[in-house]
């Protein structure tokens, strides 16, 4: 996902840098490294067997899953399609995309074994990232030499530590490296969208939190499509942002001189069909939001601009178009949206995991929906026979009926559609859907499954996982105190006026009508940064609206459907003017607050654990409680702040220092505690959280 | 060369080195991962017994479950030879529940725990006021298989 990114500094602008300066190239490194400590090489949900199969099968050299290399029981997986008697994988945007990664790692694995590999890659990661924090603190002698002692050491108790993890475990390695790297890379994106509106400071620690601070380090190991799609989300921020004003003019091969502003909105688009290749629904929402946000603020919009956005769209929707043919034979028709498999179809998972397939029966039975809650994902009714969908729809026109009823009926039966009437009949439910899944989780009876995980009461709300967000609250909460009471001020003017004969309210409506009507310029003008903030908030409330009717649900844990916007999150509350001010003035207090946090919540969890001996369960919803309440005293620090109540800036950093340390110590404590479902790569931070767990 | 360089590349080298050595073309020493295989040891138990009586209470939290609490079985050893495994069962038939913790026991061990999370359940699965929940302890390896614990528990539920 590490595409080029623009570098609109003060310098030269004609350069073009992935990580903008030496404090990007830190931040990226850092946030690597951190996330690979608590890597698991393994499977937490069984529907990534799927597209580990997938990738395996592609390495290979063909699409159809002809062998599968993991599985948990014989016979079927979540995430297996079948199609005219052969079977294919759910998601083959990640499996291409972890291609390279795979390809390195079956290299060479032929000259070190694989746990060995993973830890001196990690322990090498460490030398780099603390020589680069060392060129940005301007110490880069002590540093270098010390993080290369560190690395050698940190390798060294690795190594004696290391159990054995096999050849095979590569396919869903790679996976897991993919997701490691894409979350890096929105620590990246965020940094360089945050200091490019206020400057390095604010956009280190944005960068920075988005790994220690939010629920993206659980699921960076997790090779799910989330992480992934959270960094087209960080990365289409930042090209947003940076596209904006026309900026210099740079030349592009075959296209001659054109302005950086379009080829980074080209470069948007483009990966915005990438997105839809990872997930077709999250893609599209992402190209509607995306379209919707660039066209209303974009500096251009000339023929010229429009032919780049055609051709960077198209070539990012290629490979996503050319797998829907090879799979399912129609251009629009991913997948995942094919017939699930199931054993007693026409196809067969031999004991050895060898695919042999009959000669295809007729008259299949029909599967309806798709395991783990996805039901959404396919058609209401007779989902599962969209495979024949395409043909029979031409058919039923050419036999004279009218093509509007055909597209009536062809909307109607559309995935869309079924989801779209969903979230209107579903709306009954809302307060109580989004209490559970914004605010508070506890014991949610209606729409979650807790069997599957064993009865215990695992799933937080965003508040809960996510308790920075009370900075965003507390901005909003103080910023609309401020406008009603602004308001009210002004209001007092002409009601006294008014007794003059009613011109008082034609003048109100024709004032709103006017705003309504000047609203287009006033967006194409506003500043950057706030157009940005209107893209951040698009993306938020679309994938609000797109998981709905399916959340709360199981095996979320911190919601993951929703996880994409946490990038979309951590900008929006980096941008309250009470946050960046205190990032700008009190960097040394948040640090310091994070830091005794964090070591007075390890020494709590050491004392207090072993005493109440909580059950997962129980350990998970009190982390939620204790970030419910940091996220309510966030907000209305930052509503103080805003509002002029507290002047000074330590209080606000030192609450955030406080919900950064308790997300921390839930995302660590899910993966080395909570959460055991591999073989860590990094043995020594498993040894010494098994001395620090209590 | 600088000393940080020189530093930094004697760290290069220390691990690319190492991986290459230990590496399968190498082939070098093949003791470098450890391994949790179950060999043809024995123990004889001295003594054994639960930490705390199983039983049922109310999740804490907002759990909104009643968890059936799971002690852990504590062993002192009076012999061990080899390694061989402990495999701890805890049962309740009416409730579907069956689960088993391991721990591993090496030669020259003397005390050992092995235990297992609690269970949760939905309050409205428990429909009894008590159950019969079945506790056992086995000593296992490739030598031996051993039942050293075994006890059949009344377990009431709580109102809590």
Same mark, same amino acid.
């Given at each position: 996902?590490?595409?080029?990114?623009?570098?609109?500094?003060? $310098?030269?602008?004609?350069?073009?840098? =992935? /990580? !903008?300066?030496? #404090?990007? &190239? *830190?931040?990226?490194? +850092?946030?690597?490294?951190?996330?690979?400590?608590?890597?698991?090489?393994?499977?937490?949900?069984?529907?990534?067997?799927?597209?580990?199969?997938?990738?395996?099968?592609?390495?290979?050299?063909?699409?159809?899953?002809?062998?599968?290399?993991?599985?948990?029981?014989?016979?079927?997986?979540?995430?297996?399609?079948?199609?005219?008697?052969?079977?294919?994988?759910?998601?083959?945007?990640?499996?291409?995309?972890?291609?390279?990664?795979?390809?390195?790692?079956?290299?060479?694995?032929?000259?070190?074994?694989?746990?060995?590999?993973?830890?001196?890659?990690?322990?090498?990661?460490?030398?780099?990232?603390?020589?680069?924090?060392?060129?940005?603190?301007?110490?880069?002698?002590?540093?270098?030499?010390? $993080?290369?002692?560190?690395?050698?050491? =940190? /390798? !060294?108790?690795? #190594?004696? &530590? *290391?159990?054995?993890? +096999?050849?095979?475990?590569?396919?869903?390695?790679?996976?897991?490296?993919?997701?490691?790297?894409?979350?890096?890379?929105?620590?990246?994106?965020?940094?360089?969208?945050?200091?490019?509106?206020?400057?390095?400071?604010?956009?280190?620690?944005?960068?920075?939190?988005?790994?220690?601070?939010?629920?993206?380090?659980?699921?960076?190991?997790?090779?799910?499509?989330?992480?992934?799609?959270?960094?087209?989300?960080?990365?289409?921020?930042?090209?947003?942002?940076?596209?904006?004003?026309?900026?210099?003019?740079?030349?592009?091969?075959?296209?001659?001189?054109?302005?950086?502003?379009?080829?980074?909105?080209?470069?948007?688009?483009?990966?915005?069909?990438?997105?839809?290749?990872?997930?077709?629904?999250? $893609?599209?929402?992402?190209?509607?939001?995306?379209?919707?946000?660039?066209?209303?603020? *974009?500096?251009?919009?000339?023929?010229?601009?429009?032919?780049?956005?055609?051709?960077?769209?198209?070539?990012?929707?290629?490979?996503?178009?050319?797998?829907?043919?090879?799979?399912?034979?129609?251009?629009?028709?991913?997948?995942?949206?094919?017939?699930?498999?199931?054993?007693?179809?026409?196809?067969?998972?031999?004991?050895?995991?060898?695919?042999?397939?009959?000669?295809?029966?007729?008259?299949?039975?029909?599967?309806?929906?798709?395991?783990?809650?996805?039901?959404?994902?396919?058609?209401?009714?007779?989902?599962?026979?969209?495979?024949?969908?395409?043909?029979?729809?031409?058919?039923?026109?050419?036999?004279?009926?009218?093509?509007?009823?055909?597209?009536?009926?062809?909307?109607?039966?559309?995935?869309?559609?079924?989801?779209?009437?969903?979230?209107?009949?579903?709306?009954?439910?809302?307060?109580?859907?989004?209490?559970?899944?914004?605010?508070?989780?506890?014991?949610?009876?209606?729409?979650?499954?807790?069997?599957?995980?064993?009865?215990?009461?695992?799933?937080?709300?965003?508040?809960?996982?996510?308790?920075?967000?009370?900075?965003?609250?507390?901005?909003?909460?103080?910023?609309?105190?401020?406008?009603?009471?602004?308001?009210?001020?002004?209001?007092?003017?002409?009601?006294?006026?008014?007794?003059?004969?009613?011109?008082?309210?034609?003048?109100?409506?024709?004032?709103?009508?006017?705003?309504?009507?000047?609203?287009?310029?006033?967006?194409?003008?506003?500043?950057?940064?706030?157009?940005?903030?209107?893209?951040?908030?698009?993306?938020?409330?679309?994938?609000?609206?797109?998981?709905?009717?399916?959340?709360?649900?199981?095996?979320?844990?911190?919601?993951?459907?929703?996880?994409?916007?946490?990038?979309?999150?951590?900008?929006?509350?980096?941008?309250?003017?009470?946050?960046?001010?205190?990032?700008?003035?009190?960097?040394?207090?948040?640090?310091?607050?994070?830091?005794?946090?964090?070591?007075?919540?390890?020494?709590?969890?050491?004392?207090?654990?072993?005493?109440?001996?909580?059950?997962?369960?129980?350990?998970?919803?009190?982390?939620?409680?204790?970030?419910?309440?940091?996220?309510?005293?966030?907000?209305?620090?930052?509503?103080?702040?805003?509002?002029?109540?507290?002047?000074?800036?330590?209080?606000?950093?030192?609450?955030?220092?406080?919900?950064?340390?308790?997300?921390?110590?839930?995302?660590?404590?899910?993966?080395?505690?909570?959460?055991?479902?591999?073989?860590?790569?990094?043995?020594?931070?498993?040894?010494?959280?098994?001395?620090?767990?209590? | 060369?600088?000393?940080?360089?020189?530093?930094?590349?004697?760290?290069?080298?220390?691990?690319?080195?190492?991986?290459?050595?230990?590496?399968?073309?190498?082939?070098?020493?093949?003791?470098?991962?450890?391994?949790?295989?179950?060999?043809?040891?024995?123990?004889?138990?001295?003594?054994?017994?639960?930490?705390?009586?199983?039983?049922?209470?109310?999740?804490?939290?907002?759990?909104?479950?009643?968890?059936?609490?799971?002690?852990?079985?504590?062993?002192?050893?009076?012999?061990?030879?080899?390694?061989?495994?402990?495999?701890?069962?805890?049962?309740?038939?009416?409730?579907?529940?069956?689960?088993?913790?391991?721990?591993?026991?090496?030669?020259?061990?003397?005390?050992?725990?092995?235990?297992?999370?609690?269970?949760?359940?939905?309050?409205?699965?428990?429909?009894?006021?008590?159950?019969?929940?079945?506790?056992?302890?086995?000593?296992?390896?490739?030598?031996?298989?051993?039942?050293?614990?075994?006890?059949?528990?009344?377990?009431?539920?709580?109102?809590?």
């Amino acid at each position: 996902m590490a595409e080029p990114a623009a570098d609109d500094g003060d $310098g030269n602008t004609r350069d073009w840098s =992935l /990580f !903008g300066d030496p #404090v990007g &190239l *830190a931040v990226f490194l +850092g946030a690597l490294a951190l996330a690979g400590s608590t890597w698991q090489v393994g499977f937490f949900i069984t529907d990534t067997y799927a597209v580990a199969n997938g990738l395996v099968n592609v390495a290979e050299g063909h699409l159809t899953v002809d062998r599968i290399e993991y599985s948990l029981t014989l016979g079927s997986q979540p995430g297996l399609h079948v199609v005219d008697g052969y079977l294919y994988a759910r998601n083959y945007g990640q499996a291409f995309l972890a291609l390279p990664a795979y390809y390195a790692l079956e290299a060479l694995t032929t000259v070190a074994r694989l746990e060995l590999l993973l830890a001196g890659s990690w322990s090498l990661l460490v030398v780099a990232a603390c020589r680069q924090v060392g060129v940005v603190l301007d110490r880069r002698r002590t540093f270098q030499t010390g $993080g290369s002692l560190l690395g050698i050491g =940190l /390798f !060294g108790a690795n #190594v004696s &530590l *290391a159990t054995s993890i +096999g050849t095979e475990m590569i396919g869903i390695a790679a996976l897991q490296a993919l997701s490691l790297v894409a979350v890096a890379v929105t620590a990246l994106a965020l940094y360089r969208l945050c200091s490019r509106f206020h400057g390095t400071r604010v956009g280190a620690v944005a960068g920075v939190g988005t790994v220690l601070a939010t629920p993206l380090w659980f699921w960076a190991a997790v090779p799910k499509r989330h992480a992934l799609t959270a960094a087209a989300v960080a990365v289409l921020l930042y090209w947003f942002a940076a596209s904006r004003h026309t900026g210099p003019r740079v030349s592009v091969p075959l296209a001659g001189d054109v302005g950086k502003a379009v080829v980074l909105r080209a470069l948007a688009y483009a990966l915005v069909g990438l997105a839809a290749w990872v997930h077709a629904f999250e $893609g599209l929402l992402l190209l509607g939001t995306f379209v919707v946000a660039d066209l209303a603020t *974009a500096s251009t919009t000339s023929r010229r601009a429009l032919v780049a956005i055609a051709v960077g769209l198209s070539v990012g929707l290629a490979p996503f178009v050319a797998t829907n043919v090879l799979v399912s034979g129609s251009p629009a028709e991913p997948p995942r949206l094919t017939e699930s498999y199931q054993p007693r179809d026409d196809v067969e998972i031999g004991p050895g995991g060898a695919v042999q397939h009959d000669v295809p029966a007729t008259g299949d039975t029909v599967q309806s929906g798709e395991l783990d809650g996805r039901s959404a994902e396919s058609t209401e009714s007779g989902g599962g026979q969209t495979g024949d969908s395409a043909g029979d729809a031409t058919g039923d026109t050419a036999d004279g009926r009218s093509a509007v009823g055909a597209l009536t009926e062809g909307i109607r039966s559309s995935s869309a559609f079924g989801y779209a009437s969903r979230i209107v009949t579903e709306t009954t439910e809302a307060p109580s859907r989004l209490y559970h899944t914004y605010v508070r989780s506890g014991r949610i009876e209606n729409g979650v499954r807790y069997s599957v995980n064993d009865e215990e009461t695992i799933e937080l709300s965003l508040a809960e996982s996510l308790p920075l967000v009370g900075g965003l609250v507390g901005g909003w909460l103080a910023g609309i105190g401020l406008c009603l009471r602004s308001g009210w001020r002004s209001r007092r003017g002409p009601s006294e006026l008014r007794s003059d004969g009613g011109t008082g309210r034609a003048r109100v409506t024709g004032g709103l009508l006017g705003t309504i009507r000047r609203l287009p310029g006033r967006i194409r003008e506003a500043d950057p940064a706030r157009q940005t903030d209107g893209f951040a908030l698009l993306v938020f409330a679309g994938y609000a609206t797109l998981y709905f009717p399916l959340l709360p649900l199981h095996t979320q844990l911190t919601v993951r459907y929703v996880l994409p916007v946490v990038p979309a999150l951590v900008y929006l509350v980096a941008r309250r003017q009470a946050v960046r001010r205190t990032i700008a003035v009190a960097t040394r207090s948040l640090v310091v607050s994070y830091v005794v946090t964090l070591g007075v919540g390890i020494l709590v969890v050491w004392v207090a654990f072993p005493a109440l001996d909580p059950a997962v369960g129980e350990a998970m919803q009190l982390h939620a409680l204790v970030n419910l309440v940091v996220c309510v005293v966030l907000a209305a620090v930052v509503t103080a702040t805003r509002a002029g109540f507290v002047e000074d800036t330590r209080p606000i950093a030192a609450i955030f220092g406080v919900a950064g340390a308790a997300t921390t110590l839930l995302v660590v404590r899910m993966q080395l505690v909570y959460f055991e479902y591999g073989t860590y790569a990094v043995p020594v931070v498993r040894r010494v959280a098994d001395a620090l767990a209590g | 060369m600088e000393a940080s360089r020189a530093v930094t590349v004697l760290s290069v080298v220390v691990v690319l080195g190492t991986l290459v050595v230990t590496g399968p073309l190498v082939g070098g020493p093949g003791g470098a991962t450890a391994t949790n295989e179950l060999g043809e040891g024995t123990a004889t138990v001295e003594r054994v017994g639960l930490t705390d009586s199983p039983s049922f209470s109310p999740g804490r939290f907002g759990t909104g479950v009643v968890y059936l609490r799971i002690p852990d079985a504590a062993l002192e050893f009076a012999s061990t030879s080899g390694r061989s495994r402990l495999v701890y069962r805890v049962a309740v038939p009416a409730l579907g529940f069956d689960r088993v913790g391991t721990a591993a026991v090496d030669s020259g061990t003397i005390h050992r725990q092995v235990g297992m999370g609690d269970r949760a359940f939905s309050p409205d699965t428990l429909d009894r006021d008590r159950y019969r929940v079945n506790v056992t302890v086995r000593v296992q390896s490739f030598a031996v298989d051993r039942t050293v614990f075994r006890r059949n528990l009344t377990v009431e539920v709580g109102d809590g």
